[in-house]
């Protein structure tokens, strides 16, 4: 009841909030106008005011590409040159990603390329099933057993498994890599907080720009083949062990800080006795996110030579063989389901120690690990003289390709009017008319537009950043090409947040409803982003309708899931003195509840813009002609400069999003305290 003050202030809106939020009104309103007086007047004013002058432009794609070239034929430190460094780091990566290889997909091979040998078979499906069900149980018991066993033996029935076992053993290598060094930049941070200032940006840049773009480089420096694929995997999967690494740290009580002082505790006992153990949960949290995010980059490193379940998807999109592609994906997702709640389920689990008594031998002390032991020998032995536990039976294998393929077909024949009509209708009416309007906004009008809104909403260094940021993009050349982003990115997040937020509204209100929604969106963000692409090509071909409607089904899951958030959160004293006060349903909804939850709405409205522009790259393979098609380009030509120009544009208009919401949220927190 102490809080019932401020929150009637939220809903009442208090005189100082009304008029800060005029000021705001009259601010953007002001602002609107100028930019439409600059487009007005800007023919008079020269055409450099709507076309950045080419004699402007800064030529960082030249300069980077000469950055690079020189790093590959001329840097050295001495001892050794840049190239023998990268080589090094690539032969050490390959040396463990060789043994799991080995282990799970080709067996011990003797000679190399088409001459070798196998000299000892890799572990039998019926082996790696046991194994994996066996640490389900130990981990979260029957239940999950069952569905880890249930996952594999999706691999395993509908012809995944060799796939599926080599895209396992670049988890393998790339997590455990990912965590340790996100965990060390963590810990750094925590304890130098001059390097979290030099590190923050670059996480940010990390987690902004599009893989595509430092595929180049990575190929540049590391070769083509599974390790660079790895190594761009750990650049993508690493910022989130990292962050969560700071913030687990910093939630450690101060009690038990001081209690390690008390102790006496070394600052090494410290870090490594008290601090990381204390933040244990926290940082299994990032290992979940190391494992999510280094599943959803297997397709993109297939590019470079990672082979595995994103060969066989990216394959099948080149092929627009839509069953092979979604039975791939739909594998990839298996795999990705597994290794979540195997994950989820070790970061929760809390076993105590056995009494002292019961630890007499080695059984007892590590029951899992000798029964892992046994299965291992006895399933390689039974592999050897049973072939069909060695490798399952081919003509046992279950395949629902050609069901996939015959649905699109029929919907095709049955439904191809309707399709195109629907196609040309919302690019003719929506789309081009939108693109146009953007493509003919002045450049100036638009950064001077940025920086007065950064000012507003968070003073003279957000207006620096979002007034600066925009101004680079411009000055680099990719202008234009940033216009035609934000446009599919922005007609894809409006429609995105048209489904999502009304769904989210509805799912905050019915349980039942939102467990299946749950169960919905953690299939579409398990999903990797090249699977979306298969069907709506099929039906649609290709162009900016297509990659709209693959985006927003990218997207969408975070509109839905920060809306029933922020409702659910929606204090109930607040809803019971609405009623009290003899509020309707849906003034109780549209006054008190929306009002209240808008902030985490907005936040993810943030998160609807990060996983647009992260599918944007991907829509550039059916035709779109934005930054994605520029980085995807300069990936075919081996052009880094041009690349990463076009990635950290695309990396730009993400943090000026990102900035800008954020902080439009957290003023409208402050207003509601």
Not at 127 to 135: Q, R, S
Not at 240 to 266: K, Q, W
Request: glycine share 8%; net charge positive.
């Amino acid at each position: 009841m102490t809080h019932a003050p401020s929150h009637r202030l939220a809903i009442h809106d208090t005189a100082p909030a009304r008029a800060s939020g005029m000021r705001d009104m009259v601010m953007f309103g002001g602002a609107a106008v100028l930019l439409l007086i600059v487009w007005q007047i800007g023919p008079s004013l020269g055409k450099w005011v709507f076309d950045y002058p080419k004699a402007w432009q800064i030529p960082a794609a030249r300069h980077i590409g000469r950055w690079t070239k020189w790093l590959l034929d001329d840097a050295t430190f001495g001892l050794f040159t840049f190239t023998d460094l990268t080589r090094f780091i690539a032969a050490v990566i390959d040396i463990p990603y060789r043994l799991a290889l080995s282990l799970l997909a080709t067996g011990f091979l003797s000679g190399q390329g088409s001459s070798a040998v196998q000299v000892f078979p890799p572990l039998s499906y019926i082996a790696v099933l046991l194994l994996v069900t066996l640490a389900g149980y130990y981990a979260g018991g029957r239940r999950l057993a069952v569905l880890v066993a249930a996952c594999f033996g999706f691999l395993i029935v509908f012809g995944q498994w060799t796939s599926a076992m080599v895209t396992l053993a670049s988890i393998l290598v790339a997590v455990p890599i990912g965590v340790v060094l996100g965990l060390l930049l963590g810990l750094a941070a925590y304890r130098w907080p001059l390097f979290e200032k030099a590190l923050t940006p670059l996480l940010d840049l990390m987690q902004t720009i599009p893989v595509f773009a430092y595929l180049v480089p990575i190929l540049f420096f590391f070769g083509f083949g599974p390790t660079a694929a790895i190594v761009a995997t750990l650049i993508y999967a690493l910022p989130p062990m990292a962050r969560i690494t700071v913030l687990g740290l910093r939630s450690v009580p101060s009690e038990i800080r001081d209690l390690g002082h008390m102790v006496g505790c070394s600052r090494r006992q410290m870090t490594w006795k008290i601090m990381v153990p204390s933040a244990a949960d926290a940082l299994m949290v990032g290992v979940n996110q190391v494992i999510m995010l280094s599943l959803n980059m297997v397709i993109i490193a297939s590019m470079i030579g990672a082979g595995g379940l994103g060969f066989d998807v990216l394959g099948a999109l080149r092929r627009l063989d839509i069953g092979a592609g979604l039975e791939a994906g739909f594998a990839i997702v298996a795999l990705a389901v597994a290794l979540d709640r195997l994950s989820q389920a070790l970061a929760q689990k809390t076993g105590a120690p056995l009494p002292a008594e019961h630890r007499t031998s080695i059984i007892a002390r590590h029951p899992y690990l000798v029964a892992s032991l046994v299965i291992i020998v006895v399933g390689f032995v039974l592999g050897l003289l049973l072939p069909a536990l060695q490798t399952f039976p081919e003509n046992l294998t279950l395949s629902t390709g050609s069901f996939w393929n015959e649905v699109v077909r029929w919907i095709n024949v049955n439904f191809f009017d309707t399709l195109e009509a629907l196609r040309n209708i919302v690019l003719l009416n929506v789309l081009v008319p939108f693109k146009r309007f953007l493509g003919e906004l002045p450049w100036l009008g638009v950064v001077l537009l940025l920086a007065l809104a950064g000012y507003r909403l968070g003073g003279f260094r957000l207006a620096l950043t979002a007034g600066g940021l925009s101004f680079l993009i411009a000055a680099t050349g990719q202008w234009e090409k940033a216009m035609i982003t934000v446009y599919l990115c922005g007609i894809s997040v409006i429609v995105a947040s048209l489904i999502g937020i009304p769904l989210g509204i509805l799912a905050s209100e019915r349980d039942r409803l939102w467990r299946w929604l749950q169960v919905v969106i953690d299939t579409l963000q398990t999903l990797p982003s090249f699977v979306y692409l298969m069907p709506v090509v099929m039906l649609f071909r290709v162009g900016d309708f297509t990659a709209m409607i693959a985006i927003v089904a990218y997207a969408v899951a975070p509109a839905i899931r920060y809306t029933v958030l922020g409702l659910q959160r929606v204090d109930p004293q607040v809803v019971e003195a609405g009623r009290a006060m003899g509020c309707t349903p849906r003034q109780i909804l549209t006054k008190i509840k929306l009002r209240l939850a808008l902030p985490e709405i907005l936040l993810g409205l943030n998160q609807t813009i990060m996983f647009a522009l992260s599918m944007l790259v991907i829509t550039a393979l059916v035709g779109t002609r934005d930054l994605g098609q520029e980085v995807y380009i300069a990936l075919t030509k081996a052009d880094t400069g041009r690349g990463i120009v076009a990635g950290l544009a695309v990396a730009f208009i993400a943090i000026i999003a990102d900035r800008l919401i954020s902080a439009g949220a957290a003023r409208m927190k402050e207003r509601m305290a």
